[in-house]
């Protein structure tokens, strides 16, 4: 199998890379080769950050280029902006439409910017509104695995995998909710394929 | 046995184990802090934060004379701390297997500076090895003990952000069998380093380096890999993967130990390959290496600063660039920012209404330099607020504004306390505010000295803070609680005033260790005047709305800490009631 990389992208404290170690795991339980890179530190502090999972028969480099991400997955529509120039012409853009705006907009030393959600639209984007659908489950912060379910409908891992590791991986008293988080997540993205 | 996914640090952790390294020691710092916390999970281990990484070396080089094997970590910077005992281990060398991570910050994605390494092993005279990924990690740390006991000295591996943070699959080796400890060996003419003994142990050096030059031609930490010979390439740890990526069919030197170099084999790779050229980041230690043993080296178009990737090495290499998408924009920047609730905020709040010259350092304070409270003037390296303060103050002070030395806790005691006793000695004056926010909060909340907190939970003593600053001779002293707005100023404001040095104590707990929540603040719309100076606070939970410009208060991530209703002259931050869920922003 070639590699297949996948850029997650967010702002620090969304969950980018517990959810990046679901789907490391599960490409490590199909038996493939895969590579997580991901920075902590300062801009952990409600910075902007990405992490990278590639995954494959043999994956050298950890990180990747513009140009070069055939899945991207927006935690937050600006840092989803922010990255498009790195999905491939015919690779796949996930967006959580909700918003979080950087500090320079919050003072209002920036102006807010606007009309980011139709320019991704026009991009082929799949938006899931994540964080609605984990307060549907009740637990808000299971927002990153309503996005792997929504990510897990394009990629080639069984569904019974991604239910194992997500098991293995959270909270024992939150199992039942991320479960059904991961759930919701692809259902909404089969919808928002059926209506592209 | 299955494969794991580890992360390079804790792959490093693993290999140390294995290799039956009882004793870790460092003082955390970002890309290395998992390396020591993973470490320190394993069964049988000790291990510590000490205060700075020079003391952690210390306390390692002791663990060696006593005969066992030792894990220290640092970051890049930590090792120009560990410098001074670094260099002179080379000269005594080792009993027991002594090995140092040290973790390099090309691209400074959480660093004030990027430096490479390697550049210490050659002036140190030590050994460094370069793992590509967390399988090398683990087996170059094994190796490293093996290579440290062989030839007496101590040993570096040296990880970047894309090791130390990059997670791959793993094949743990088996478990350590400890031998017991050696029977202690008194052996001055090897540990006791006066110049009679020094000068011997110098040659003594030169003997072991000439013999791990020979073993660098043998290792197998070094490997060619010969594909296509147009094009041969040398290269070490993350680099490789990039070049891999990037240059399927190009002979390869894959440098395992970067120092010293297999002069023989890089010689004989290069009249093996048309033209040879050195691929590596931030730095051209490799390059000029390579050139010193008499090696032309092709001169490639390669950004010489900050990461490589493997697209940067394609371009350099005349591959056409990839299509990438239009869509083009223009978004706000996101800088880090200081948490709802941090007690940092008002300090630098008041600070700027003090007008003061602030003299910074390093921790998440430092980003009291960012909009809207920008209100630092230097950030140097650690611990040194308090010295350059000392040294305004000695060049004239700076025409009417208050000069003030900003530290956090754990930074005052890896650095500050010296500079402090310095500025005592000599008479000087200034103020001096220490943020004790009980915790290493920026590197993910490690324990220190000032918390009493270890990192095995071991029982512990926690400084008393205000005992040591009065002991080192300081008679002006206060401590303040950071989130009463009027005691900040009026501190700033009394201490600021006299010539006589004084030190305050700013003490809250890091709004991240507070489990509980207070409810939330909202905006009382009619009694907002749009003044907008709850906005100067730079809380991630207030903003300026759009269209009224009145503030608002976002209840899903305000923490109740109150900081904005003290500045409000209106009263018109008011309680609501519990939280809300989070509604993200409109932006249609």
């Known amino acids: ?30 038996g493939l080769d895969v590579k997580l890179s991901e920075v902590h530190g300062m801009s952990q502090r409600g910075g902007s950050v990405d992490t990278v999972v590639r995954f494959g028969d043999e994956v050298f480099s950890p990180v990747t280029d513009p140009g070069m991400v055939d899945h991207l997955v927006g935690f937050e529509l600006i840092e989803a902006m922010r990255r498009v120039h790195y999905v491939k012409p015919e690779g796949r853009l996930l967006v959580n439409p909700q918003a979080i705006r950087p500090l320079p907009v919050l003072t209002g030393e920036l102006p807010t910017p606007h009309g980011l959600a139709a320019i991704l639209a026009d991009e082929g984007a799949i938006f899931i509104d994540a964080d609605e659908l984990a307060c549907e489950v009740g637990s808000p912060k299971s927002a990153n695995v309503v996005l792997m379910g929504a990510l897990s409908l394009g ?11 997500i098991a293995s991986r959270v909270p024992a008293h939150t199992i039942e909710s991320n479960l059904r988080a991961f759930e919701l997540g692809r259902r909404a993205c089969r919808e928002g394929e059926c209506a592209l | 046995m299955g494969r794991t996914l580890l992360s390079g640090n804790e792959a490093v952790a693993r290999g140390a184990w294995e290799a039956g390294a009882v004793v870790g020691v460092g003082y955390p710092g970002t890309p290395s802090t998992e390396t020591l916390q993973r470490f320190a999970r394993h069964p049988g281990v000790y291990a510590e934060w000490a205060p700075n990484e020079k003391v952690a070396l210390e306390v390692a080089a002791g ?7 030792s894990l220290v970590a640092m970051k890049h910077v930590g090792l120009n701390v560990a410098a001074d005992p670094l260099f002179t281990l080379a000269y005594t060398g080792v009993r027991g297997g002594l090995v140092i991570l040290v973790a390099d910050d090309p691209g400074m994605h959480s660093s004030q500076n990027e430096q490479d390494s390697h550049n210490y092993a050659a002036f140190a005279r030590v050994p460094i090895l370069d ?3 967390s399988q090398e990690a683990l087996e170059f740390t094994r190796e490293a003990y093996e290579i440290s006991e062989n030839y007496d000295v101590p040993v570096l591996i040296r990880s970047t952000v894309r090791v130390s943070h990059t997670k791959s699959l793993v094949e743990e080796g088996p478990l350590p069998h400890l031998e017991p400890q050696p029977a202690y060996v008194t052996e001055p003419s090897k540990w006791v380093m006066m110049p009679a003994m020094a000068k011997l142990r110098r040659i003594d050096l030169d003997r072991r380096m000439v013999e791990l030059r020979q073993f660098a031609e043998e290792t197998a930490l070094n490997r060619i890999e010969m594909r296509d010979t147009s094009v041969g390439i040398v290269c070490a740890g993350a680099c490789y993967l990039h070049v891999r990526e990037a240059l399927p069919d190009a002979s390869v030197f894959k440098l395992g130990m970067p120092f010293p170099l297999p002069a023989a084999g890089l010689a004989k790779f290069a009249s093996s390959v048309d033209k040879l050229y050195v691929i590596e980041e931030a730095d051209d230690f490799l390059t000029r290496s390579v050139r010193s043993l008499g090696i032309t080296v092709e001169t490639m178009p390669m950004p010489t600063v900050g990461e490589l990737s493997p697209g940067a090495i394609r371009l350099a290499f005349g591959c056409s660039a990839p299509v990438t998408r239009e869509a083009d924009f223009s978004l706000p920047p996101r800088p880090p920012l200081m948490c709802p609730g941090c007690p940092h905020r008002p300090v630098f709040y008041s600070l700027r209404k003090a007008r003061a010259v602030v003299t910074g350092d390093i921790g998440c304070y430092t980003l009291g330099a960012l909009k809207p409270l920008a209100a630092m003037d230097s950030c140097v390296d650690m611990g040194a607020s308090i010295g350059m303060a000392h040294g305004v103050e000695l060049a004239g002070g700076t025409a009417e504004r208050p000069v003030v030395a900003v530290i956090g806790d754990s930074t005052f005691a890896h650095s500050g306390i010296t500079s402090l006793m310095n500025t005592v000695y000599n008479g000087g004056g200034g103020t001096i505010a220490i ?15 000032m918390n009493g907190i270890t990192l095995q939970e071991r029982r512990s003593h926690e400084v008393d803070l205000v005992g040591l600053v009065k002991a080192l001779g300081v008679n002006r002293l206060q401590v303040v609680d950071p989130h009463d707005f009027a005691a900040c100023e009026r501190v700033f404001a009394e201490e600021t005033a006299t010539d006589e040095l004084s030190v305050i104590i700013f003490r809250a707990p890091c709004a991240l260790l507070l489990k509980e929540k207070d409810d939330p603040y909202a905006v009382d719309e009619d009694a907002c005047t749009k003044c907008g100076v709850c906005i100067k606070l730079g809380c991630p939970a207030i903003s300026k709305d759009e269209h009224t410009s009145r503030a608002v208060i976002d209840t899903a991530i305000c923490v109740g800490c109150g900081q904005c209703v003290q500045v409000c002259r209106f009263d018109a931050i008011v309680h609501t009631g519990p939280a809300c869920d989070f509604k993200g922003a409109d932006l249609s």
């Open chain 1, 1 to 30: 199998m070639t590699v297949t990389t996948v850029m997650l992208c967010g702002v620090g404290g969304q969950g980018t890379i517990m959810a990046a170690d679901l789907l490391a795991k599960v490409a490590a339980a199909a």
């Open chain 1, 155 to 165: 990629l080639p891992f069984a569904e019974e995998s991604w239910r194992e590791v």
């Open chain 2, 63 to 69: 663990v060696s004379l006593a005969g066992r094997r």
């Open chain 2, 131 to 133: 793992p590509s990924d």
């Open chain 2, 435 to 449: 943020l004790d926010n009980r915790i290493t909060a920026m590197t993910g909340h490690q324990g220190n000295p």
